[in-house]
């Protein structure tokens, strides 16, 4: 519980709390010097930043006005018990079925939020501020709202026809139909090319039929599709005139709107119990002979007429388009869990104190040296989005997707978006779990929300394409990259910078035999230490390629293109603050700094393969590392503080902003039900033991 029941707005709250303070009463709660001293250490902790928290607060927002926004919305939703469960309910308490009627709650609670005068009269910056404040609020309504919204709107957005947009848009936008995604299917996950579901042509009724052959066709983890979802988009293999043309995107009805029945020959379900996110309703489908009209099929790049002439799209490639944002917007959610898991395992650190000088767990090396590259790395992955969205834009052009632009940046997207996830999604879970040891056993409390989150995480890691084979994918297309540069002198022409420039000096990067770093090891230093060893890893196991099957070479493959997303973030962060002269440029030169010095020592083995870094510099880095790390330990409560984070987003009461936990603690457990009292199984299992 981080809301005070007093301040609840639930029916049930002030009798809760008249009960609260009748088994308080009978507690002995007299404050001890650690309960006191927890207050004043985390405001010396506050105290000791040595940077403005607000300024770096509109940076984390992405601006002043956006920060001032999702402020307001923060206070919005707080007291509003469709949107934020009040106690004396707790959200860790709720069943699989409330989970889910909660979560379709604040979906149609923020819907009508959005529709309110007041709100709409602030313009569109509230609007969006209020859904992400409620996304970062819950997971469950962040992946279902997303599935409609990101998912199920960006495949109209890419590859709809102006006139299907015209036709579908507004229903999205308004919620009259509510969206899923159906590309995962039960035998092939997101491997589209082995896609089973069929969409055949029928030129006499004008119509596609829809069909799931096999029991490996189902549809499956399809979020929405088991209770809510009235239509789909559907990916399917399509046949015209019996030819298989490849692969399309097509609007289905599932279900009946006003009923919520599903349609003749629709068959879903929902899968049930999952590890986290109880109140997405992921779902199974299948098709039996389903008919839509043909100008159901999408057709922006893809056309069929009436006559059964089929146009195809420009590249087959173009069908994938909707994999890319949704790749991205996994890497965004992925720092809003991780961002919130450090915030919590921070601030207990600082006020949480043990050993032979009583000092808080934060000073000692183990705990700072992890916490504090985790910290550098959320600052690299949210400066690193405003570049990635920038560049996507790019293809899309604001809905205007020219698919020639598309196609000739594609590659280049698609090795970023899946080497990020993969690096975002390898590092975070080892962020996750470093901060449920920094908490010790409080973090194994449903209640203080880490646990949570790492089972709310797990989904991340696999979703919009497995780590693995997003990484593998990565590394194939930068040895092209590098193949067509040493062979033709060859390199892609992109209306950004590529992520992969560096290969531009290939050349010059294998011609030098060992790094010759500058005294003070600069961070230009480090940044041509990665890139080399980069390209020099790949260039070796293109070579290997030769005579070596690719799938003995994989281990080494996803490590380089793992280590060309930690080179991408540090060179995209040197970019941006090397000559910042902002208030806020020293802590974000120094974040900087720790990344690619983190980078350096976490690929260092890269680097011994190819000979081209010695133990003795290895030592010089680890030492600076350290030291940089150290000089940092201060700063770790304004730097999370700057997340800006209300208490009852976090839903940790070890993480309270003021510092005074355990009295929270101990209020949430007291508040839970039938925590006090006699069990009702004591008669039938209790008593004939104990009073036979």
Not at 258 to 267: D, F, I, K
Not at 445 to 458: E, K, L
């Amino acid at each position: 519980m981080t809301i005070p029941v007093q301040q609840s707005t639930d029916a049930k709250a002030r009798a809760a709390a008249a009960r609260l303070a009748q088994i308080k009463a009978q507690l002995n709660l007299t404050p001890s010097a650690m309960s006191l001293q927890a207050p004043r250490d985390m405001a010396a902790e506050r105290a000791a930043a040595d940077f403005d928290v607000q300024l770096l607060s509109y940076f984390w927002a992405g601006g002043e006005r956006p920060f001032r926004f999702l402020q307001q919305a923060y206070r919005i939703i707080k007291g509003d018990p469709e949107i934020v469960v009040q106690p004396p309910r707790n959200v860790n308490e709720l069943t699989r079925p409330e989970a889910r009627e909660f979560t379709m709650g604040q979906i149609f609670r923020v819907s009508r939020l959005l529709q309110d005068p007041v709100i709409r009269s602030q313009g569109k910056e509230l609007e969006d501020a209020l859904m992400l404040a409620v996304t970062q609020y819950s997971e469950s309504y962040s992946m279902r709202f997303g599935v409609h919204k990101a998912l199920f709107r960006n495949v109209l957005l890419m590859l709809a026809s102006e006139e299907q947009q015209r036709e579908w848009l507004p229903l999205v936008e308004t919620y009259q139909i509510l969206g899923c995604f159906a590309m995962t299917e039960l035998g092939h996950s997101s491997a589209l090319r082995d896609m089973e579901t069929t969409a055949r042509y029928d030129p006499t009724r004008d119509e596609f039929v829809i069909d799931s052959p096999t029991i490996t066709a189902t549809k499956w983890w399809i979020g929405m599709a088991g209770q809510t979802a009235t239509h789909t988009m559907l990916i399917a293999q399509t046949y015209i005139n019996d030819k298989h043309v490849g692969l399309n995107w097509f609007i289905v009805q599932l279900r009946d709107r006003s009923t919520g029945e599903l349609l003749p020959n629709v068959r879903a379900g929902d899968i049930g119990h999952k590890v986290g996110r109880q109140g997405l309703d992921n779902g199974w489908i299948q098709f039996r002979s389903v008919r839509i009209p043909r100008t159901q099929m999408l057709a922006r790049f893809s056309r069929l007429d009436r006559d059964g002439t089929y146009t195809p799209a420009p590249s087959p490639a173009v069908m994938y388009a909707t994999l890319i944002p949704e790749r991205i917007l996994l890497v965004s959610n992925m720092l809003t869990l991780t961002s919130q898991a450090l915030t919590i395992a921070t601030r207990y650190s600082v006020v949480r104190r043990q050993g032979h000088a009583n000092q808080q767990i934060m000073d000692y090396q183990t705990h700072y040296c992890k916490i504090v590259p985790a910290i550098a790395f959320s600052y690299m992955i949210q400066s690193a989005m405003s570049t990635i969205n920038d560049q996507f834009k790019i293809l899309t052009s604001g809905g205007e997707m020219d698919p020639i632009v598309y196609l000739n940046h594609m590659a280049e997207m698609h090795a970023l978006s899946g080497s990020l996830k993969g690096l975002a999604g390898w590092y975070g879970s080892d962020i996750l779990e470093t901060c449920r040891r920094s908490c010790g056993g409080h973090a194994y409390s449903a209640y203080n929300n880490i646990g949570q989150i790492i089972d709310d995480w797990g989904v991340l890691t696999t979703g919009g394409g497995d780590n693995v084979v997003l990484l593998q994918q990565t590394a194939k297309t930068l040895i092209y990259l590098l193949r067509k540069k040493l062979r033709e002198n060859e390199f892609p022409r992109l209306l950004f910078r590529s992520s992969s420039h560096y290969m531009l000096k290939a050349e010059d990067y294998l011609a030098t035999r060992r790094w010759l770093p500058s005294a003070d090891i600069s961070i230009g230093s480090i940044r041509e230490c990665l890139y080399a060893v980069l390209v020099k890893r790949l260039s070796a196991i293109s070579m290997a390629l030769d005579t070596v099957q690719e799938e003995d070479l994989l281990l080494e493959m996803v490590r380089a293109a793992e280590m060309h997303a930690a080179a991408f973030l540090f060179s995209d962060a040197i970019n941006k603050f090397e000559n910042d002269t902002s208030p806020i440029a020293s802590i974000l030169q120094r974040l900087t700094r720790v990344w690619g010095l983190h980078a350096l020592i976490t690929y260092s083995d890269q680097g011994f393969r190819e000979d081209y870094v010695t133990p003795t510099q290895m030592k010089q880095v680890e030492h600076l590392y350290l030291k940089s790390c150290k000089e940092l330990r201060k700063q770790v409560v304004g730097l999370t503080d700057a997340f800006a984070y209300p208490d009852f987003v976090l839903k940790a009461p070890i993480a309270k902003y003021d510092g005074d936990i355990y009295e929270a603690y101990l209020d949430t457990v007291l508040l839970i039900p039938d925590s006090i009292g006699v069990p009702q199984y004591h008669k039938a299992y209790i008593k004939p033991l104990t009073d036979p």
